[in-house]
Each structure stands twice: as structure tokens, then as C-alpha cells.
């Protein structure tokens, strides 16, 4: 099939000279664009695309530490200010221009650089998100095991350090989920466990040493068995071959969930993004019936209005909304792509937003409760056992479980409500992707399956150092520096400068006009314009300012050539904005102008179907592309 050939040309249009860029390309040879069956697929694969790992494992600590219930304040504002004006504005433009997150910038086609650092973003995403599932696989199947593998010191990976501790006392584990150091100052008693005054009758427990690090065996789980991990950066050691298993199933899985389109996709979702709301609801049910509920509840909720005098407690509420609203990563263009043009899509992704943050406040309930009980079994404080990311999701909470009757079956329900959530994610960065390359390169659309093989198989291989002995550094490296926040505050900022000022907060509220049928309240406009990029430069400012080199579990320092490798990696994906500029500036050929002014000028002109433009333009002239 050959490539589309654009004539520039002249026409009149109700009495107006506009510039047309005619598509000489035949209709019958353009693939037809898929479209949700109905309304509530949209949503539904929405949500599916917005609830993410972060929602479980990043928001309830982040709330318990940055003031409890007082946290909220600035979550909210958070939310009203930058995280729905930004997804309402992807999904807005991409259901408008009926193209996925490249082809969507047509709207102003000099920011498309803006749209292939965001592609080559969420390809990197998938293969950085996937190993994350590739461990909770991993834990998922181990629950099968009688005893729990993690909930014991008798298995081959476990070290002379291992303690299990006593069936009337449980376990203890820090607030870093990596290991204790227990000092024993008579036969009877221990005390000073990092930092935690507490005693424990050591009557039954006999040969122990004196003075020796004592490491929970769900720390030696993760560390031995699942990661394998070495010693540093610098020691890659092999692939471990459980996680490749893994690995290859996953996507064995991704790829056959996508490969027929988005409404195979939609299907799908009805189980994976409603499934984990009834599993999160049992293991409510189960830890509300659990002694130091409560308390776990009280603790996370808790307000303490002095945390919100420190910006980075604000800094942490607007990172998590911009995490959680699953924004920058072309998922939410191309679901509303697949929208029809005149679909209400505001009060849809009002819908969206709503469950989004009310998903990541009833997961803090879930965790909390258990958390509670853990504390009470422990006679220690709950900010002793309560962590964030990894920490809880592998460590903690499985080892929370492991103390209830019939542990392998809760375990069972946590990890197949992870993997749901993993899934859905999984899928839907693999079709914002997919939809964006396929948009621009219309020719793949017809060997989607061929284009979703190579997209997995690529990523897979990207994927492969992650899940070495020595992965776990890497995974961090990326996570850190590519994944961090300054890449999405970066894309987000630029998103709204090329709608908001660029090609102009007025004319996109006409658009939207046309499109819905109504016009849409002031605030939009107000935070495309002012708010949201004002706040988004603020907080990528402070990030910049207050940035440190990366530190693994509070004890790895990484090697200057590790933070260097990683800051070069960021460097890279950012470069592709302006280096996709000056492409396109320099490919331009006299027609569009001989000096860099006008070539920039002509970029700057939308190039929009005949029935996008609204009659209130009249005497405006703009570049549209015609296939009708």
C-alpha cells in the first residue's frame, strides 16, 4: 500500500478562502477504524487502563505518611487542578481527531515530537510494568505450596539468618522490609529492634545467637528465591529462569488478549477491570473481622493538618495523580479514539476520575485492616510494618496473610486481584501503542497481528536484563529515572502548552462544542491555560532541584556510571521532541516556505476533517485533511 499523498490547494468554502490538503489516498484503501460496541466499553476499559499496581501499593502509604486523612486535601485539589484536565484532555482530542496519541497531534502537527517521545515512553512502560507481573505471577502460583513458602525457614534458599519467630508473637519486619538487626541483651528479652522498643519471652526459642541479623523468611523469599539478587549493579549474574517462564507466559496472554482489536479488548475487561473491586471487597470483609482493624483504619485516616506545611507532601499528593490517572502514556488518545465523534466523553471521564481516586482510597481500607492486625499480633507500632511499593505488595502483606487460617487461599484472592490489575494495564499500554504507530502507518492496521507480535517480542527482549540476578538494579535504575516523574511532569507540561496556547484553549473549546453538542464549564479552559501548566512547571522545578542519586533499599549507593546511565536514558527519550521537530521543519519542502518562520508557521495550522471545523470560524482559514 502505498503512503498518502497530500495536495495542498485553494478552495472556497462558503464565500472563505481556506488551504485544504486534499488525501489523494482511495477510501476503499484505508482501513476502517474499530469502535466500541457501546458507550459503557469506553468507560469500562478506562478504568481498567487508570487502576494500576499504584493504587494498591503507593497511594494508602503515601496517605498514612503525609498527614492520613489531611492528605486528601491536596490529593483533591490535586486531582480538580491537573489530574482531570490533562485526562480529560487526551481522551477529549483523541476522540476528536479519531487518531491514537501521534495522529491526534495533527491538531498541531509542530508538536508531534512531543507525540513520539510519548510513544516511545509507553513502550518502554510496558516493558518496565511487565515485570512487575511477572512477580506477582510468580507469588501467585507459589501459593499452591503447603506451607507457604514465605511464611518458613525450611526451604533451600533460606540462610542461617533466617527467623521465623514465635507462633504466639508472629514476625517482625521493618518499615524497609529488607531485615533487623536484634540485639539480645539477656536470655529473656530482646529489645531495640531497629529503632522499636518492644520484649518478646524467648523461653521456647533455643539456639539463637547472642547478637546476629535476623531476616523474616518472606525478605529471604524475595530476595533468594524470586530475585536472586546480587550484590550490585555490577554483577548481572544470569537469567533467572523461573521469572523468564513467567515472562513468556504473560505476554503469551497480552498478545491473545489484543491481536483481535479493541472490541475483543473491551470483552476482556468486563472480568479484568471489574474482578478486583469483588476481590478487594472479600479481603475487606476478611481483615474488618480481624483484631487492630480499627486501629489500622484510625492510623491511616488520622489526620495531622501540620503535614501540609511541608510542599513535599504536596508534591507527593500530585505525583500519585498524575501515576494513577494513567495520563502521558497514549492509552487514554487512543480509547477515545475508538469513541464515536459525538460521544458526552466529559461526563465519562467524570465518570472515570471518580472511581480512579476512589479505587486507590478503598485500597488503603484493604491494606490498613490487615496491617492493624499485624500490629496488634506484633504488639508493635503499625509504622513498623507498613511500606510502600514492593516492600508491601511482596513482603509485607503476603506475610500478613500467611498468619491467617487457610493462608494459601487469601494469598491466592491478593495475588489474582494484582494480576487482574496487571493485566488490564498490561493490555491497554500495548493498544495505546499499537493504535499510534498503526494511525501513522496505516498499512500495519491490516497485519495487527504481526504488529502486536513484534511489539511484544521487543519489549520482551527490552525486558530481559530486568529479570537477571542482578535485575532488580536495573529495574530500579529505570524505574527511577525514566519513570520517576520528570518525564511525565515534562509530557504532561507540553500537552497542555500545545493545546492551551499553541493551537488555543478557545478554538479546542469550539471543537468540543461541536463535538458534544454543549459547551463545557470555564475551569477546563482556566486550567489548560494557566493552572495546570503553571503547577506542573512548579513541581518539575522542585524535582529537578531536589534531585538525588539513586539508593537501593537504603543500603545500595549505585556507581556514578549507573546514575550517569540512567540520566542518559532520560536524555534520549527526551531528545526525540526536538529532534522530531527539526525533522519535520527541515522536510518541509518551498512550497511551505522558505525560511524557518514560515515552516514553522505552516506547522502551527491544524490539519482537521471538513466536518471538525465549526461555522463560528467563518472567516478564518485553516488546513484540513479531506477524505470524505
Known sequence: MTEVEDVEKRVNIKGVHVFVVANTKRKEDQPKRDTWSN?????????????????????????????????????????????????????????????????????????KGVAVCTSIFAFLELAYYVIIFTWVLLYLVSTFSDPLPWSNCNNTWNTVNCFAGSSDNGDRITDNSTSYNWTYLSDTNITNVTGVNLTLNMTNVTGLNPTVNRIDPSVEFWRHYVLEITEGLDEPGVIVWKLLLCLLAIYIVVYFCTWKGIKWISKIAYVTATAPYVLLTILLIMGAMKEGAVNGIIFYLKPDITKLAQFKVWYAAFSQVLFSYAVGLNMLPALGSYNKFNNNCYSH??????????????????????????????????????????????????????????????????????????????????????????????????????????????????????????????????????????????????????????????????????????????????????ITPLTLLIFLTYQLVTFEPLVYDKTYVYPPWGNVLGICLSVMV??????????SLLKLDSRHGTTILQRIKYLLRPKLKSHQIPDSWGSKAYTWTDTN
Open 39 to 111: 458507550r459503557f466499553d469506553f468507560v469500562i476499559s478506562c478504568v481498567g487502563a487508570a487502576v494500576g499496581f499504584g493504587n494498591v501499593w503507593r497511594f494508602p502509604y503515601l496517605c498514612y505518611k503525609n498527614g492520613g486523612g489531611a492528605f486528601l486535601i491536596p490529593y483533591l485539589i490535586a486531582v480538580v487542578t491537573v489530574g482531570f484536565p490533562i485526562k480529560f484532555l487526551e481522551v477529549s482530542l483523541g476522540q476528536f481527531m479519531q487518531q491514537g496519541g501521534i495522529g491526534m497531534w495533527n491538531i498541531c502537527p509542530l508538536m
Open 574 to 583: 527526551l531528545m526525540v521532541i526536538p529532534c522530531v521537530m527539526v525533522y
Open 349 to 530: 471521564t467524570i465518570i472515570v476520575a471518580f472511581i480512579n481516586s476512589f479505587t486507590s482510597l478503598f485500597s488503603g481500607f484493604v491494606i490498613f485492616t490487615l496491617l492493624g492486625h499485624m500490629s496488634y499480633l506484633q504488639q508493635v507500632p503499625i509504622d513498623k510494618v507498613a511500606s510502600s511499593g514492593p516492600g508491601l505488595v511482596f513482603i509485607v502483606y503476603p506475610r500478613a496473610l500467611a498468619e491467617l487460617p487457610v493462608p494459601q487461599l487469601w494469598c491466592f484472592v491478593f495475588f489474582l486481584m494484582l494480576a487482574f490489575i496487571g493485566i488490564d494495564s498490561a493490555i491497554l499500554i500495548l493498544e495505546g501503542f499499537a493504535c499510534s504507530v498503526m494511525d501513522v502507518y496505516t498499512s500495519l492496521a491490516r497485519k495487527r497481528e504481526a504488529m502486536m507480535i513484534l511489539t511484544c517480542l521487543a519489549t520482551f527482549i527490552i525486558g530481559l536484563p530486568m529479570i537477571t540476578q542482578g535485575g532488580m538494579y536495573v529495574f530500579q535504575l529505570v524505574d527511577y529515572y525514566l519513570f520517576g516523574g520528570i518525564l511525565m511532569w515534562l509530557i504532561c507540561f507540553m500537552e497542555v502548552i500545545g493545546i492551551g496556547w499553541i493551537y488555543g484553549a478557545d478554538r479546542f473549546y469550539d471543537n468540543l462544542e461541536l463535538m458534544m453538542g454543549f459547551r463545557i464549564n470555564m475551569w477546563i479552559k482556566l486550567c489548560w491555560i494557566v
